[in-house]
């Protein structure tokens, strides 16, 4: 199906059962311990072996000499892989560095040997045996230091825009504004901190593969796969129902997917693989450190005249940037601006997507900076970006917003909040010990309209059965694919079934970026719409007349059951979801207010977040129980960015570390004591004929710039510098009275 005009009214507008807050009905399976997992599969791979990864202790260099003659003696080891003994292997499409090293070292923890055993206690023990030597090179390991020889990127931004955009004279224009900010902040390297570690089982049959995997997009992961093994794409298979986690940290293929595949054919039976803990943070990708400029010229009625914003990250040789300018590019109106952003050579393991990349480290220094502006024009933060609204986008005001109601969530927002109450002069609310404050920021991210296919069946018990290799990373895509397909066969959720994540199934878009929910319940939607037309034929229906409801199919005075019509052999069809050029006329992006009360005590600096909530505006909302339960993980993953997540590097040898939830701190529960989540009416019919869009990453981008804000509002103490530990305002909190 070609989605090439805007959608009209159609099945789904019913609603009996999309929009409605139905529970996961994967949630059974995953309390109850039974859902089958990558690395638990013994009911595929019965006498699977282990696998342990030895990983590379520096973070630059060669490998001199590799001796695994003692770990190949240990008890129960069945195999040792290295890359003098894997055979050829090309780098994966989505991966900077190769996954197993030799003899070049690329990055700390890089893999140099796969030891597989009968247990994996055999396996770890093994791996303390293998002896590498190293030859050492020096490396880059400085953001801030490697930012003047950091370069304009040849491949722009990575996903086909530019790294530079300008419209108008900004520098003039600047110069000429009469209230200005120029400032500069910076958010550190994070890592993803998924419960589920990247894991994987794997198995051949003669020359075809297959692997259970923890893995977010499957048609990706199987190309890689392929290309790495150099194997034709049809002999894989990667299997993947049930993921514990990705926030994009399994959007691509990793070494225990490629190290399992090695593993099994070098012993002969199935190997599982999971990294641990540690090598998870240095091994695999991270959200890297961002250090970005911003300026803001306005005139003295708080109208934007001039805004500019740099960004500078690093990646290693050939990665890509961390994309922290777009947001300001669509955000708010000015007639002049400017974007760049630049990329140094950095020898840190390889940076890639992570929660929101780009939007949420780009909104935690812009909605500072917005604030700061603010203050400096005596405006109310909210209303300040309600005069700087704009309906079209600023680069090109012949383009359109599909939908936006960004005024509305901030109004809406600052109403059930009560912003009123707040006092525009920091420092000045006081509960016992306590310092309170009040910040708000916006949240904006961009729809991404991505092909998506399914399967459907119709079986003679009348009961649907949806296949699709789109994945589950604990968004709930089961739950609203169900609701999809008995929106439109008319049945109810009990008849039925789903079917995801293998390889086997029609190419999905897969989860992450919060495109996963529009475009896969599209491609069910264009998979049931066929099956509607094949089930009207074999009735000698009209299939423009037919209604689907209570598990039958009636059109004029007839009503025949779906399980009559499907007959015993049942019917099949199967469709993918494509897209015009509606995305490229229309800017489709989802917009979101988020507002944020601190406390912080006035003697120790201790900072507490007390409540918070976030308005969103992003198109229909398919499950509003899953799509809240989305966003207030979100919001909670946007306090860890502004108050304790940071990867310490060794900028001596090149490695994060604290490699473990341990030293890396993530919020919990008792962080938050009250989230509030409050989705607007909307429908955005050039998105999909879903109308839909997508509110995961949306829930998290702003969120920091708000917590700072309310930090800011408590204190009267500003700072630039993510994350907002004590040690950076504490010596700057008011005296105590």
Excluded at 41 to 57: I, S
Excluded at 167 to 189: C, E, I, M
Excluded at 211 to 240: C, F, H, Y
Aim: charged content about 20%; overall charge neutral; some cysteine.
């Amino acid at each position: 199906m070609k989605f090439e005009t805007p959608a009209a009214d159609n099945p789904i507008d019913q609603l009996k059962i999309i929009g409605q807050p139905v529970s996961r009905i994967d949630g059974p399976l995953k309390t109850t311990g039974t859902a089958p997992y990558a690395y638990e599969r013994h009911d595929v791979a019965p006498n699977a072996a282990h696998g342990f990864v030895v990983g590379a202790t520096i973070a630059r260099g060669r490998i001199t000499a590799l001796d695994t003659s003692a770990a190949e003696a240990a008890p129960g080891v069945v195999a040792v892989v290295t890359a003098a003994n894997a055979g050829p292997l090309k780098k994966g499409n989505n991966n900077t560095a190769l996954l197993l090293a030799g003899p070049e070292v690329e990055h700390y923890h890089q893999a140099v040997a796969l030891v597989v055993a009968d247990t994996f206690e055999q396996a770890r023990a093994a791996a303390a045996l293998v002896k590498v030597d190293y030859a050492p090179a020096e490396g880059a390991f400085d953001l801030a230091k490697a930012m003047e020889g950091a370069v304009r990127p040849e491949k722009g931004d990575g996903m086909g825009g530019a790294a530079d955009t300008a419209v108008g004279d900004f520098h003039g224009a600047f110069a000429a504004a009469p209230v200005r900010l120029d400032a500069t902040y910076s958010t550190p390297d994070q890592t993803h901190a998924m419960m589920e570690p990247y894991a994987s089982t794997a198995a051949w049959d003669g020359d075809r593969l297959t692997v259970w995997t923890s893995n977010q997009m499957i048609e990706w992961g199987r190309s890689d796969l392929a290309r790495m093994l150099g194997l034709p794409k049809d002999r894989v298979r990667l299997i993947s129902p049930y993921i514990g986690g990705g926030f994009g940290g399994k959007l691509f293929i990793r070494a225990d997917a490629l190290l399992a595949a090695l593993g099994a054919r070098a012993a002969g039976r199935p190997v599982k693989v999971a990294l641990h803990r540690p090598l998870i943070v240095n091994n695999t990708t991270h959200r890297p450190a961002t250090i970005q400029r911003i300026r803001i010229g306005a005139g003295r009625d708080g109208r934007i005249t001039a805004i500019g914003h740099k960004s500078w990250s690093g990646d290693l040789p050939g990665g890509g940037l961390e994309t922290a300018v777009n947001q300001t590019r669509l955000l708010y109106a000015g007639a002049h601006r400017l974007t760049a952003m630049r990329l140094a050579t950095l020898h840190l393991p390889e940076g890639n997507a992570m929660r929101a990349p780009g939007e949420a480290p780009g909104l935690m220094a812009l909605e500072i900076a917005m604030d700061e502006m603010a203050e400096k024009l005596g405006i109310d933060p909210v209303e300040f970006r309600v005069l700087n609204d704009t309906e079209r986008d600023p680069e090109n005001p012949d383009r359109p917003f599909s939908q936006r109601q960004l005024v509305a969530c901030l109004r809406l927002g600052a109403e059930r909040f009560g912003w009123s109450r707040r006092n525009p002069k920091p420092g000045q609310v006081r509960d016992g010990d306590w310092l309170v404050g009040m910040g708000m920021a916006v949240g904006f991210r961009n729809n991404l309209l991505m092909k998506s296919g399914a399967r459907v069946r119709l079986d003679g018990e009348g009961r649907v059965t949806v296949e699709t290799a789109m994945t589950d990373i604990g968004t709930g895509s089961y739950t609203i694919l169900a609701q999809t397909a008995a929106e439109m066969m008319g049945v109810g959720l009990d008849k039925v079934r789903v079917v995801l994540g293998d390889s086997s199934l029609p190419a999905s878009c897969g989860s992450g970026g919060q495109w996963g929910a529009n475009n896969a319940t599209s491609g069910v939607y264009a998979a049931c719409m066929k099956l509607r037309e094949e089930v009207a034929r074999t009735l000698g229906f009209n299939s423009k007349e037919a209604v689907f409801a209570d598990g039958e199919v009636r059109a004029g005075n007839r009503a025949v059951p779906l399980a009559q019509a499907a007959g015993a052999d049942g019917l099949t069809a199967e469709d993918t979801i494509e897209y015009g050029d509606l995305g490229k006329r229309y800017q489709q992006s989802t917009f979101a207010g988020h507002f944020v009360e601190m406390a912080v005590d006035a003697a120790t600096g201790e900072a507490r977040v007390r409540r918070m909530l976030a308005v969103c505006a992003a198109g229909r909302i398919l499950n509003p129980k899953t799509a809240r339960s989305q966003v207030i993980g979100a919001m909670t993953m946007g306090v860890g960015a502004a108050l304790f997540e940071e990867l310490a590097v060794d900028r001596r040898h090149g490695f994060f570390v604290n490699h473990d939830l341990a030293g890396y701190e993530v919020p919990v529960h008792a962080d938050i004591p009250h989230q509030e989540v409050i989705f607007l009416d909307e429908t955005d019919p050039m998105s999909s004929p879903m109308k839909a869009k997508g509110v995961g990453e949306l829930g998290l981008c702003g969120v920091g710039a708000a917590v700072a804000n309310a930090l800011y509002n408590a204190t009267g103490v500003r700072v630039r510098d993510y994350p907002i530990t004590l040690d950076k305002y504490i010596h700057r909190l008011p005296e105590v009275g």
